[in-house]
Every structure is written in structure tokens, then in C-alpha cells.
């Protein structure tokens, strides 16, 4: 058929362009079917199934037609403000409900990024000690040797990453090099990462070796002061333990984004009393012992992190949605304080006009001529 003439290959993306540009998908849609196409788990599948039917960019043109209303009755107040037709107070009550809008807007924005999280994968950093099963604990639950084990203390000294499904939702698994004081300029930069990523992991693995803890009566409650915990389950020295880098991330550690790992089971004769749950994990990587119930505590937390996608309104899953809606909301403000000072009715109108924009380029309504390429570049 090639061969014909007026015929071509598709190119990627070509029959979503079509459909965009004869009004059957708009651009949420749109890139709810290339994150479809793209889905790694089954909770991207259903965040991005239900963004491809449409529940994002319905949302987002209801707002934009309570806009456009309201901006019908402001711009009808300015042409024709001293007719006897208009009806007094239309003012206050577009002011009331762009607060409503404005109010909604924010309550989206809020949302902890949960959107884009199951979109682009929850970040797990596995930290702790030299020689306490980090490595071996990776390999676990990637169920593959993705990371050397080794005896000798120091064997891991970047930051190793894996993909992985559990439980629905996409992980990017990181094994870190051990904490402790090291003389060795590449394993202390090893360290250095494994620090960064201590602060900047969504959810952190705190692990230690049981067997050399001898201060079993922390573990009672371990995150009354898990800063303090975490240090004692890391091996460096005071001087660098107070250092900037190290004071941040142990800071970092909270009972809402650690789960604390106690390696070594098997070589306990009796276990402490306290029991699992979902930020206390037994565990043995030699055995398989507790693993089952480590993987339950990730999924509590993940869940956490990125929501039910089928559950509650949409979630925002694209940097540029964030971007246009905190303008958006940004605009709304300012009709407000138009309002509240009793400046230009003029200039108010233009803030409702800049708003209707911001919602516009989300969906495809207005100016999305930039944005085309990339979005259908990655079909």
C-alpha cells in the first residue's frame, strides 16, 4: 500500500492526531491512552484507562465552562453596567463562586502528587549499615541477582536501581551504599548518594542486623524518635554523624514514609515480642522469613503515596496539568483581589480571560500548537 499514491505508513501517533484534531479525544485523553499504551502495572493501567475515558478532561471543562458564565456576566457588567437590565449585586455573586472555583482548584492541586507518582514510579531507597542484607534484600524482591552480595563490607558503592511491580504499583528500588565512616574517596562519595537518596525517596527501607542490636528495648517503639533510631542502625562516626548531609537525612526518616527492616532473624534463638506491622518488618533474607509480610507493609505505604485510582476524583499525572492549574488558580486570586480592592472591573475580567487560557491548554481548547509534538512523540 505504501506504494500507492496518497498512501503512507502511520506514523506514531498518527490516528490519536486524527481523532484529536476531529474532536474525539482531547488532549487529557490523548495522553491517557499513550500512558496506557506505556503501563508497566496494573494501577498505571487503571489511572490511565480512567484519564483515557475522559474523567480528567471533563473535570477540567466544567471548570472552564463555569468560567466562561462568569465571565459572560463580568463582561456584561462592564458594556452594559448602567442598563436597568443588569441585575445589582452580579459582582458579589461571581465573586462567590470563582472563591468556590478558586477553593476547588486548590483542593485538586493538593493532592500530594499522587497522580504523577503512579505515573512515573514511586522511588523505595533501601539504607542502612554495611554487611546488614541491603543487597540481599534488593535481590529479594526483584527475585534476581540485580546486586552483588558479598561479605566484605563496602561492596556496594553507587546507588543501584531496579523497576518493579508490587503489588500493582511501579517501584524504583534503590540499594545504596552502606553508611559508616570510610577512608576511601569513592566509597565516601558512595555514601554521599546514598545520603541524598536517604532525603529524597518517597518511602525508605531502614534496615539493621538484628543480631547485633543489644538495645532491644527501643524496638517498643522505634518512631517515638526515629532520627535518633536511624542513627543507631547506621555505623558512622560522631564527627561525620553531624555533619549537615546526615543530619538532613535522618531528619527525613518519619513514621509516614519508613518501614524499619530487622535483618537476621534466623540467628536469634527467641524473637522480641513486638509483632510486624506496617512500619516494623522481621525479617530473614536467607530464609524468606517475614518477607511476606514486608511486602504488605510496602503496598500500605504505597497506597499511601499514590491512592486508589479508581477511587475519589482524578488525579493529576502531568507536570504540565500543575503548571497550567496553579496558574489558573493563580489567576483566580487575582480577580479576587481585583474584587476586594474595587479595582477595575476591567482588569478583573482579564484574570478570568488569562484563567479560561490555563484550563484551555490543558484539555486542547486554546494554544496547545507547541505542545502537539511531544505529547504524540512517545506513541
Not at 29 to 34: D, H, N, P, T, Y
Not at 149 to 168: F, K, M, N
Not at 185 to 212: C, F, H, M, N, Y
Amino acid at each position: 500500500l505504501g506504494e500507492l499514491p496518497g498512501l503512507r505508513p502511520a506514523e506514531p501517533g498518527d490516528f490519536a492526531k486524527r481523532a484529536f484534531f476531529n474532536g474525539k479525544l482531547d488532549l487529557t485523553e490523548v495522553e491517557g491512552l499513550a500512558d496506557l499504551i506505556h503501563a508497566e502495572t496494573e494501577a498505571q493501567r487503571k489511572q490511565a484507562l480512567r484519564q483515557m475515558e475522559g474523567d480528567l478532561g471533563r473535570l477540567y471543562n466544567k471548570w472552564r465552562a463555569d468560567l466562561v458564565r462568569l465571565m459572560a456576566h463580568v463582561e456584561a457588567l462592564i458594556d452594559f453596567g448602567e442598563d436597568e437590565n443588569i441585575e445589582d449585586g452580579i459582582l458579589d455573586e461571581v465573586k462567590l463562586k470563582v472563591q468556590d472555583l478558586h477553593r476547588a482548584v486548590m483542593e485538586h492541586l493538593s493532592d500530594g502528587r499522587r497522580g504523577e507518582r503512579l505515573r512515573a514510579g514511586i522511588h523505595v531507597a533501601i539504607i542502612g549499615a554495611p554487611n546488614v542484607g541491603k543487597s540481599s534484600l534488593l535481590n529479594i524482591l526483584c527475585q534476581r541477582p540485580a546486586a552483588i552480595v558479598s561479605p566484605h563490607a563496602g561492596t556496594t558503592r553507587d546507588v543501584l536501581e531496579s523497576a518493579l511491580d508490587i503489588c500493582g504499583y511501579p517501584v524504583i528500588l534503590s540499594d545504596t551504599a552502606g553508611l559508616r565512616a570510610a577512608e576511601d574517596p569513592v566509597e565516601q562519595e558512595g555514601i554521599r548518594r546514598a545520603l541524598i537518596r536517604a532525603t529524597t525517596a518517597d518511602l525508605k527501607i531502614l534496615i539493621g542486623d538484628v543480631s547485633e542490636l543489644s538495645w532491644v528495648q527501643d524496638l517498643v517503639n522505634p518512631y517515638h524518635r526515629l532520627s535518633e533510631f536511624a542513627a543507631k542502625l547506621v555505623n558512622l562516626s560522631p564527627s561525620a554523624a553531624k555533619s549537615d548531609e546526615v543530619r538532613e537525612a535522618l531528619n527525613s526518616f518519619s513514621i509516614d514514609n519508613t518501614i524499619v527492616v530487622l535483618n537476621k532473624v534466623d540467628l536469634l534463638a527467641q524473637l522480641s515480642p513486638v509483632k510486624d506491622d506496617t512500619s516494623l518488618c522481621w525479617v530473614s533474607c536467607l530464609t524468606g522469613q517475614g518477607i511476606t509480610q514486608l511486602t504488605k507493609a510496602m503496598r500500605h505505604h504505597l497506597e499511601r503515596l499514590c491512592g486508589n485510582p479508581e477511587v475519589g476524583g482524578p488525579s493529576i499525572t502531568q507536570a504540565r496539568h500543575r503548571t497550567h492549574l496553579s496558574k489558573c488558580a493563580d489567576s483566580l486570586n487575582q480577580f479576587l483581589a481585583c474584587v476586594e480592592d474595587e479595582r477595575s472591573v476591567e482588569l478583573a475580567a482579564e484574570e478570568l480571560r488569562v484563567a479560561i487560557g490555563h484550563l484551555g491548554r490543558i484539555t486542547g481548547k486554546v494554544g496547545i500548537e507547541e505542545i502537539l509534538d511531544v505529547i504524540f512523540k512517545d506513541f
